[in-house]
Nanobody, 122 residues
Framework: QAQLVESGGGLVQAGGSLRLSCAAS????????MGWYRQAPGKQREWVAA???????AYLDSVKGRFTIARDNAKNTVYLQMNSLKPEDTAVYYC????????????????WGQGTQVTVSS
């Protein structure tokens, strides 16, 4: 099964920046669309951003213009650059391979990594 290891989270003040990384193994990385999800305390996991094998990108409306997703196929790694962070961005962030179905970016793998905690203070 796929192995996905997220890193790069931390505690930052509002307006700060973080760059998350997701190292993937056990998948055909270069041909898979990849995405980031987040889960805040007491809330369901939600999709945040996606990047296709063709390097097309898509974002949740609330992060558009602040977050940028990118990938390095040679390193089997996907990134999420987060700028102008807000307290409402506080969550555990996860990555997964994704497929687009109707209006939803659907996670491909049932096994999630440990995620990385992002905490934004006001």
């Amino acid at each position: 099964q796929a192995q996905l290891v997220e890193s790069g989270g931390g505690l930052v003040q509002a307006g700060g920046s973080l760059r998350l990384s997701c190292a993937a193994s056990g998948i055909a990385f270069s041909i898979n669309a990849m995405g980031w999800y987040r889960q805040a305390p007491g809330k369901q996991r939600e999709w945040v951003a996606a990047i296709t094998g063709g390097i097309n990108t898509a974002y949740l409306d609330s992060v558009k213009g602040r977050f940028t997703i990118a990938r390095d196929n040679a390193k089997n790694t996907v990134y999420l650059q987060m700028n102008s962070l807000k307290p409402e961005d506080t969550a555990v962030y996860y990555c997964n391979a994704v497929r687009h179905l109707a209006t939803t970016w659907y996670p491909l793998f049932g096994s999630w990594g440990q995620g990385t905690q992002v905490t934004v203070s006001s």
